[in-house]
């Protein structure tokens, strides 16, 4: 991963946590294989301290 300017080495299986605003890209092999899942702020505020519906 890229994050800025510096490039920061990460092996599978892995959870990468990007702050909001942070400039950042990726660059995979040729035989790669998976899954990227990017959550919006909000909804990960929402399922990390529960519902906020009142019912």
């Known amino acids: ?3 800025a ?3 920061r080495p990460f092996s599978s299986p892995s959870v990468l946590i990007v702050p909001v605003n942070t400039v950042h ?3 995979y092999g040729m035989d ?3 899954w990227v899942l990017t ?3 909000p909804c ?3 399922c990390w301290t529960g519902s ?3 019912g």
């Open 39 to 41: 959550v919006a702020e």
């Open 32 to 34: 790669s294989d998976g």
């Open 52 to 54: 906020k519906s009142s």
């Open 5 to 7: 300017t510096d490039r």
């Open 44 to 46: 990960l505020r929402t």
């Open 25 to 27: 890209g990726f660059e």
């Open 1 to 3: 991963m890229t994050v």
